[in-house]
Every structure is written in structure tokens, then in C-alpha cells.
């Protein structure tokens, strides 16, 4: 990426404006007018081949005759004009164009936008676009956009891909009272994308937080790659989460899948919050911008209202930060601060009577002490006691401790005077918000941020005994043969190839060699055939199991070959498969997807009724660490199962999650070859005796 | 209860404050400051034997010294003084205390608190509190109680258990913009409660909607029955439902109870909405203070903006009333307000350029449309339209369209002039909400509400062949036996006497009677020991199953006999019992608990991994309708399971569900005998076949 070129247009020293309008009801002009009235200090240049002057600027007939040099160039001009436009900026050295322009990709015409980002990168330039609004940035006062005004003054910056929605967010920010530093509009994205910005962003010195409104990615593993190594928190609200249920593939797995379960799963893997909502969009933004992550589950909520401490109680065990009771030394301390009946224990209560002092004294000891690893400080408005001297005594207090590790978080819900002092309160770098569950919902964004940072800084695996090249040979001899799914036998073997303990499985062709594979493998066996067309093996009377002798294995293998051929007399049938039969353990499935978005995509789950009925499975974007396998085991609903109930012993997790870390390398590994596949069932045996994959099945890409 | 005394208590003529002061730091003060300053227009009576005068009002020594009828008396004095009060208020034929003074039950003063209620009685004097701020009510300019000022005028009545909270919520009104008609601190419960205010608000005029903060009943039922009645919506947010946990019961189904699903349940079947949080117990109000209940599915929304319409969708889907595409003829009709680019399929977008007429034109056609049943309208505020016109125009659609049974709920996302417009659509009666997904958060709880209301609306089943004498016979037999916990066979005959389907299951006191039972019953069969001693009959080697022969059974009997006496050789043994051994089914389990704010409640639940490893259970308070108990079988998350899955035949619901229906109606039946029981399990099999109970246990309440 060229760091340099999205500076300049995102920071530019001049900016000029093609289809700069004299008349006040066109975009050519609201543009112009928006970026004097927004306080713009660097050079304007209005281009209009007909007008002399826009708004009291000279004009230009083209950027070549503007004098000096031009870092970035708004675009208003209908779509068609566009190409020269940019044609002309490359020749003058524009940076950047910020193309409000619409008519492209939106509207079907995705050639028209191709040529433009072809044209822009044969002269390096970025750009912005088109279909957007613009971008507004309070560092550089300049309202590059059709928006009204320049958003409330704040530390975050905004990326949305909805224009409507950015500037009814832009105007919101003054009703709110949440500012922005940076509101970015990102609309068809041919160049500039997601990722770009986050990591253009994450380096700028305005910026200490940055939200995403997020319709669909271009490229998602290079959103991951960059929000994994942002410094900044960065927030995104996924909006059409139930439109995709349609796009479900047509596989087992596939059905699974839900695109919106894959965008969570990828969000996590990056360390990139979600919000649930645009209110909470709005309210994570406030506290990722101003206070530091949570780094334990250690919440202290200190309170002067039972009613109010209840309710947060409540809404931190809803969003997994259970309270749990402060030290015994603890409670000794602040129980100075409270009359008889308060309560020290989590929610601290200081009761009714709480004033400056007691907020002041309590929220000191508390935030200071080492247990604490989090403060949500409530307060709800009475008559006796004044909200904006609460609000200052919790402000000294924290100032005092001298703990800037940790995050506090305030709700105060009262009036007018609340409202003051809960301003009052954000202007000093304290998110405040107006119900208890709010304050904890945003401390438990602050916790779930460092949980994800920890995971994100996680060293990946080495994987060792791995075979690359004899599962692209197998999976040549099937493309040799025409085929795109591999049989069961060849998919083991690209399995056994990465390392995955699959049941012995060999290919007997006559009954004579069946009996010997039998022998050799040895009794109990089961047998399936083996053939390219029969994918239901059991549908069509091709499995036989349990078999423990000789004589039934002969039996069997003719059984087998007439059942097959009744079912489809066209088959091709390889021969039979002649397998150790497994001992029983608990069934579980892997699989894989080729997300649309995100590529090749790794999914677990119980088998049985966990899949079928509960939809019980987890995704999670490949490659997949050990320790994040080791999390997908536990955060299924049936996790119980895996680590043992009903006083069974609990299955062997480790080799699971190192089986589900080789899996995803594999799906990785083969994304050119592999479209998607399963391991099914899988099963699990108790600590120390590891699994078998027992049935295997690969759906190659069409070539 | 005595509505008149309440209607006097909350509508005075006249209004006494007993501990009237003239020192301005005394709530004795506030309380009539508060009530001159709320523009009350009955009479006041200060009550101080120490002053002439309180705040320009004549003062009088106790309440018998006023010369005219006091409706209600304000009381604010010292605990210990409260009790005499009473008694003068009863002689005065004062109908209602309004307690302010605390001291009482919430210190452990519960033989005062009592006291208060049993003199109250005597006379007919209704008690609100004590330990209460007070009532605020905007239809009787009467602020009796020490909140500062009258909550901005609304429609809703909103009564709460925490003081504090009212407080701050009372001012939180006019920066909410969201009134109130009134508030009611409710305190101590200790004569009118939830039930009695419940009952009083559904008659008052001036209440629209019921809004309710509970942190726990003191009669749940009493509640239920009320709130089931009441002809205006009644919200609940119920607080603590996380500090429950430790209290659950030591059983097996008591464990999985959780008072929280209780609550839960108890409201469900009571019509009553629940609120999230305290933020959507503001917004729910407004919706249900406003607008009509939905009566289908069928929403739909009208947008200005992609990306707000894409979160409504999100939201509908979240909040369980997934859109649908709007039938063609509507269709074709809406594609006359929207330029090429709109979409009219739902969410019909009219795209940005939408303005007073197209919102006007297309809110009329879909509202009016025999299909829709819900209407959602968002505006995304932009530069060129005008957001208080769109109001108008909304609100102008609306009225013309003459449809008054349909409900509407408005979003504008924007800044002041968006507020504005919001602001006067709530003056219009138009629930309007800052964000897309609160307006369909809103819809959908007219949704819910109108679902519940057709439950409770259902008349009760009437059971036949109940024989409830013999059920007290075999409960006698065991209490007189010294018994708390009923032997299996016991407990089969209680549950049979109540028509569910147990196996056949006969005592045998020797081997020879064993040997004729099983010739009776026909082979094969079940046998376990029967000593109420034993409970965990498996793990005492007393259980054995599939006896296909007299010489088995023989054996089994003395084997059983002889684990048992090993297992425990002081336990009383009745004997053996010999069971048919029903064919395998689907297992199921059915319990009770007796729940400690609602009594004998129902759960139910699949059997094995679904109770173990995912509390899979759902409850009802009992009696429990066949239709509800449908709906328990719907809702749980194994449900496919009994619908068929993978093929298998679909269960005997039908039978299961009556089966629920009479094993509620039994611990109803039997709650002064019965503390638990459980079914467990009952195999359920195919339509048709019905179901078995294989094993039951029954303890009875400690006498």
C-alpha cells in the first residue's frame, strides 16, 4: 500500500474540487462551500472550465492549470467524465480523488470503475470511492463531502459504507454528544478499502479509535491481517447478518455455515469488537477512545442505589463478566465510607446518603487496589446530593490513584444535572452513559477486547510430518480421472497426508484381496464401496460392518458389489474398502467451507444431534492455532460432553484441538484444489488414546 | 379488595401530612413544599402539634384535630410514632397512609411493619409503603412524596420497588422526553402491592400503560391472576435475575429451575411484557402507552436508506418477526413513490431522495393494505429533506388511511431537527425512537404482547377421570408410615390416579409372588427394590431389566434383595417391584418444583444429554392448558427432535402435551402434600402410541 499517496489524501495541503459549481443546488458547490465554511486552512482550488470564481475562489479550467501542486482532488463530476478526470490528476500529480461521483459499480457499471482504478494506479493514484460523500476530518477542518457540517469534535474516527447513514451519524453526533474526529465515507471501495483505512488510521496521531459500519467485505483475510496488528481498537457493526441465510452452499457443511457466524468468528480471530447495534456502536466507541482495556475479569460497580446495582449485577453476568465478591481487605476500607446498612461487599452500595466524599474516598481505594481490575461507578440522582460534585470527586479520585491501566466507566441516570455531569465527565476522558447495563455493557467490550488481543498475539503453530505433495498426488489421480470429489479412501489419505489419525483403509478390487487386506488389517473390519458415483455408501447397501471373520468378509464383499450395482448400474466402482473398525468414543464432525468472503473456513461441532437438531458448531477462519482450537471445543453448548459428564471421563481435548489446528493448515495448505470437505464422524476417545477419523469426504474446485 | 379506600388513597379530595415541618431540611417540609409547588387543588393539612403554620398553611396538632374528611395522609414521622398514627387515622376515617417513614420489615422491624397492617385493617385504612419517596400523579397535580417535581406529563403509570430509582427516573423524564402519568414507590409491599396497584391503574382513566421495576413478589400468584385480566398492556422489568442462582433447590429439577425462567414463565402466561433493561422499559412503555397490539406477522418497513433498512431487518430477524416480501399488488402500487433504483419488497426503500410525498403516499398504501399488520417508518436524516415534514407526512398517512387497529413505530436517525420531528410525532402519538433497531425492538413487544394475550385468553381444559381421594389415600399411607419421600410404586399410583400413563408396576413381597406378578404382567419385565431408603436404586444393584423368564426373575429377585441389604442394611424393605418393560421411546423428563414465589410450577424437558448437558428445560407455574403445554414442547431446543428428525416419525405430542396439562393440574391438586416430583423418565413414542411414565418420584412438604 502506498502510505504516502493515502496521506496525502487524507491530510492534504491543498485540496481542489472537479465540477466546483456555482450553483448553489449542485454537489459542486455544497462540496466547495463545505470545505470553507469547515475551516479548511490549506489551498482550494475550485475546477470549472466555465466560471472564473466559485464562492469568492478563482477557478481553474482543468487541474493542469492550477499552479501549484494539488494533494487531493474531490471528484463531482458525472460518471462519465470521470476516467479523464483522473487521467488529467495523474498528469498533474494529484495523490489522491475523493470521487462523489456515482454511476459505477452501484448500478452495474463495474467496467467504467475498473478502468478507473486501472487509470489511478497507472499514475499512483488512490482513491476514495466512488458513490460516497466524502470524508471529514476535524484534525484537518476539512469538510471534503456533501455532509452539512464537520461532526462534533471527538477521538474516533467513523468508516461507514452506507452515505445516508454517515450523515445522519454526522448530524447525530450533536444530539448524542459523542464526537468524532474523522467520519470516512468508503462506498464502492474500488481501491481504498476496509483494510487501508484501518491501517492508515491505526498510524494516525488524531485517531485513537476507529468504528466500522460494515455492509460486506471485498477481501476479508486482508481486513484480518491488517485489524490483527492494529494498535487501535477497532469496532465494526456487520449490518445484513440475516439477509445471507439464502447463500447457504448446498452442502452438509455448508448449510452450517451462516455468513454471519463467519464474520463473528473472523472479527474475533483479528481482536476486532462488535457492536450490537448503532446506539452501542456509538456508546463502544466512547469507551474504546477513551479508556484502556480490561486486562482480568476483576469488576468492581460502585453504587449509591440498590435498584441501579442490581440491574448492573444483572447485565454483568449477561455480557460474561460475572461480579464476584472484592477481598475481605477491601471491604474493611470502604466500609468507612458508607452508613450500617451500605454494603462493601460488589456492588459496593454507599446508599442514598453518598456525596462527594464518599464517591471520592471509595472510587480511590477501589480503583487503586491491585484486585481490581475494572470500575463501573453508578450514581442515581437524588435530591440531597449534587451530580456534577459526584462526578468531579470520581474524576479526582481516579486522577489521585494514579492507575492508568485500568478502566473506569460511569452511568449516572437523573435529569438535567445528571446529563451535565455526565457531559462533564466524557470532556474529562470518562465515558459516562445514562443506564447502568450500558456502563457495564461497554466495560465488557474493554474486557473482551484484551481477551481478544491475547488470543490474537498467540505465535502460530508449527506443524510438523506433513506431506503437501502426496495430497496434491492424490489429488491429481482423481483430476487425472476426471472427477471433482475424491473417494473415501483417497480423501483419507490426503488427511493422513497433514498428519490426522484416520481408520486403517485400504482398496481391495477382488474378494481374494479383500480377505487378505482383512487378515492384515485385522478382524473386527468394515467394509464400504468404493466408487465415484455412490456418495451415500449406506443408502445404497455398501456398508457392512462389524464384520469378524473370513467368510463373512468374502459374503460381504459380493453383497456389496451386487447392492451397488442394483443402485446405479453406471457406476464406476474402484472396489471395496476394507477398514479397521474403530472402537466407539464420542462422535464429533470436522469440515470446511470455502467462505465467499474469508476463503477457506474451519468448522467443529458434536456429532449427532448437536449438528442436526442444535446446529451446535463453531467456525473459525484458517489457519486455526491449537490454543484457538482448544476454544472452539469449549464455546460449543454441548463443551460438557467433551470434557465429561455423568462421570465419564473427560475425551482427549488436546489431540482434538491439534487435530482441528492440522485440519485447518490443510484446508490452507490446499485452498487451490480443496472447495470444501468433512471429517465425519470423528471419534474422540478418552484423555491419552487420542481420535479416528472414520469417514472422510473432499469436494474439490471445479477446474 | 377494597377499591374505594384505594381510589381515595390515589385520587384524594384531601391530603394530610402527618410530620408537617417548618424546617426546610425535613422531608416532613419537602413533602408539602412538594405538594403546594405540584399544583394540587384538594386540601391540605399540615399535621405538626408544634406549629400554627407550615409554608403559609394552617397547621393542626393530629389528624382528629382537622375539622373536614381526609382522603389520605401523607406520614413522615419516626418509625416508632407510625403505629399511633394509624390508629388516629382510623378514627378520623382517613382511607389511606401513604408511609414515607422507614424503620420497618427492611431493617428486620417486621413485627412493627405488622403491626401497622393488622391496625390498618381493623379500621379499613389502605397502607402504601412504608419506606416508600411517595406517589406522583400528573391527572391530580398531587406530588405526595419527597421526589423534587412531577414527572413530564405522559400516558403510562410506572411503579417501582426501588425509591432511588424513582427518583432519578422522575427526572430522567424531561431529558428522556418520555412522561409519565404516574409514579408509585411501593416499598414494603406491606398492605398494597404489584397486584392491588396493577388492578387499580387498569381502571384508572388517566392510565394508558402499567410500567413495572420488581426486584421480587410477595405473592406471585395473586399477581398472575390480576396482571392475566387487566384490559392495558403491563410491563415488567424484573431486576436480581442473576442473584438467584444460589438459592436453587437441592433436587434434581429444583437445580435447573432458576427463579429467573420462573419469572419469566409466570409473565408469559400472565400477557405480561418484559423489558430488557431500564432504557427499553422507557421505550416498550411508550410503544404500549400508544399504540394498538400487532395481531400478525406481517411487518412492514419503509426506509429512505439502505443501510437503516438493513439494520430493521437484522433487527426483525433478532427480535422474532423475520420480514416477508409485501405481496405483489402492494408492490406494484409503492413502485409509483420511489425512483428506478428504490426497492418495494420490504424494507420498501424509497431511496434518499424520498420527501414529504413519497413518505406520505407510500405509509398510506401500506398501511391501509389488508396484509400488513405492523408498520415501521425510518427516515435517515439528509440535507435536502426536511425531517419535521416527514413527520407530517407519516402522521397525515396514518390519519387518512382511518385504520386504528394497526400499530406504527417511527425511526429518524439524525440530528436536532430529527429529534424535533421525533418530538412531535411522540406529541401525535407516534412512538418514535433515535435508532432502527429500537423501533422494531418496540413492534415486535406489540407483537409479543398480542401472542400472549391470545394464551391467556384461552379458556382451561377441563380434565376428566381425576381420582384425587385415592392420590390423599397413598400420601396418607406414607406419612403415617413416617415417610417425607413416596416409593416408586407410590408415587406411579398418585400420578395414575391422575390419568398419566405409568407402567404397570406391582409390589412382590417374596419370590413366589414375584414369579406370579411376572406370569401377569407377561415376560419380559423390570424389577427394582422398593425401600425408601433406597433412592439411587441403580447404584444399589436393585435394578434389573428385559426378565424374559420365570427362572430369571426368580434369580433377579434374590439378587436384588441381597445387593440392598448390602448396599444398606438398616433399609426398610418393601419388597420387589415387578414392572412391564415399556419398548424404547423418546425419553423425556416431567417435574415440579414448588417455587417460592409461585408455587407449584411444571418443567419439562428431553431426556439425557438435553437436561445433563444443556439445561434444556422449560417451565410453566401450574395449572398448565394443553395448548401451553404445546407450546412448552415447541420451545425448547430439542424440540425437532420430538417433531422427527433424519426420518424417524414424529412423537405423540398430542398425548404428551395432555399429559403435561394433568401433571400440572395434579401438583396444583396436591400442593399442600406435594413438595417435588419428577417423571423421569417418560418414553414417548410415535403418533398414536402415547407414552409411559417408566419411573417417578414423589416428596412430600415436611408436616
New interface residues.
Partial sequence: MNVTALDALMRPESVAIVGASTDSTKIGY?VVKNIIDGGYKGKIYPINPKANEVLGLKAYPSLLDVPGKIDAAVVTVPAKLVLSVVEEAGKKGVKGLIIISSGFGE?GNKDLEAQLVAKAKEYGVRIMGPNIVGTLSNAEKLNAS???ILPLVGKGALV???G??L??????????KVGLEKLISIGNMSDVDFADLVEWLDKDDATSCISL?I?GFKDGRKFMEVAKKAIKPVIALK?????HGAAAAASHTGSLAGAAKVYGAAFQQAGVVQAT???NLFDLSLALSLQPPMLGDNLVIIT?????G??A??????FNL?LKFVPKDVQEELKKYMPE?GSAKNPVDLT?MAGYDWYHDSVKIAFSHKWTEGLVVLY????MTNPMEIAQGIKKAIDESGVKNKPVIVSF???????KAMQWLVENEIPSY?????AVHAISALREYARMKEIVSEPEDKLNNIDKLAALKVIRTAREDGRDALTEIEAKQVFAAYGLPTTITKLAKSEDEASALAQEIGFPIVMKIVSPEILHKSDAGGVKVNIKDDVSCRDAYRTILKNAKEYNANAHIHGVAIQEMAPWGTEVILGSINDATFGPTMMFGLGG?FV???KDVTFRVAPVSKKSALRMIEEI??A??LAG??GEEPRDRDVLAETISRYAHMIVDLQEEVSESDANPVLVYQEGRGLKVVDARIILKKK
Fill in positions: 455544497t448500478v456533501f455532509a452539512p461507514s459504507q452506507s445516508a447513514l450523515i445522519a451519524l454526522d448530524m447525530a453526533t450533536f444530539t448524542r459500519y455492509e449490518a445484513g447478518v440475516s439477509a447495534d448503532l446506539n449509591n442505589g440498590g435498584g441501579v442490581v440491574l449485577t444483572d447485565a454483568a453476568e449477561k460475572p446498612f442514598g442515581c440522582e437524588t435530591a441516570v437523573g435529569g438535567e444535572k445528571s446529563e445514562s443506564a447502568p447495563d450500558l444431534i442436526e437438531v442444535l453448548r454441548g460438557p460432553i459428564v455423568r
